[in-house]
């Protein structure tokens, strides 16, 4: 029997699901984070640490027409099997299979290749600038994530 997350073939698919199984999927992707990096190496606890933002935000928006930019690409590991990538997932830092980090040549869901220094708030501003300049309705969307003494988490 297929797990919850072997059967999602397209991210569109978990705005149908219901809060049990919400949880289940992001239990699913916990375990299939922790078993690849296990393997391949690999950024573990900032992945862990936005498996439930990445659910919540595949479950309220369709990243067909909206846009996201995660900060740190390493963080977005969830999104990665989330979004296609994980019968692939394995191949995590391999040469030829899914990087580390977000890449617009690894999928038309990585809308910007992530780095560091908030990076994705500027992005996610001129997203939305020129979203509003083209008279579009999509969202553009920020994760940004950084832990300091009283756990901050910005979205």
């Known amino acids: 029997m297929k797990s919850l997350l072997e059967s999602i073939s397209q991210p569109t698919e978990i705005q149908n699901l219901n809060l049990k199984e919400l949880t289940q999927l992001a239990e699913e992707c916990r375990q299939r984070?922790?078993?690849?990096?296990?393997?391949r190496g690999g950024h573990l606890a900032s992945s862990l640490g936005t498996v439930e933002i990445t659910v919540a935000l595949l479950k309220n928006f369709n990243f067909n027409i909206d846009r996201i930019?995660?900060?740190?690409?390493h963080q977005a590991y969830a999104y990665k099997i989330l979004t296609g990538r994980n019968e692939k997932f394995?191949?995590?830092?391999k040469a030829g299979g899914i990087k580390k980090f977000l890449s617009r040549d690894e999928s038309s869901f990585d809308h910007f290749g992530a780095g560091h220094a908030s990076t994705s708030i500027s992005a996610a501003l001129g997203m939305a600038v020129g979203r509003d300049l083209s008279n579009k309705s999509n969202t553009c969307n920020c994760c940004?994530?950084?832990?300091?003494?009283?756990?901050?988490?910005?979205?």
């Open 90 to 93: 394995d191949s995590l830092g």
């Open 69 to 73: 930019v995660w900060d740190v690409g």
């Open 144 to 155: 940004y994530w950084r832990w300091s003494n009283d756990r901050r988490f910005s979205f």
């Open 33 to 39: 984070i922790i078993e690849v990096t296990s393997q």
